[in-house]
């Protein structure tokens, strides 16, 4: 039985007080992690141009010089 699978036998046990309780607390992760998307939406892009260099080329120029 994987984790979700046992989470959800776990779920079915609980009163309908505590299924609300959980409920909302994973309503919240839910709202955090859409936020922090969201805010990150906001930035995405804005480096471009920044560098002269681009980050793939650097991140091979990197490892090369790296390695023996």
Known sequence: ???????LKEISQL???EVEQV????????DRTEHASAV???Y????EGV???D????VNTLRSDDRF
Request: hydrophobic fraction near 30%.
């Open 1 to 7: 039985m994987n984790r979700v699978e046992h989470l």
């Open 15 to 17: 009163t309908p007080e």
């Open 23 to 30: 409920y909302h607390e994973l309503a919240k992760r839910v």
């Open 40 to 42: 990150l939406e906001k």
């Open 44 to 47: 995405r892009g804005r480096g």
């Open 51 to 53: 560098w002269k260099e």
């Open 55 to 58: 980050a793939q080329a650097y």
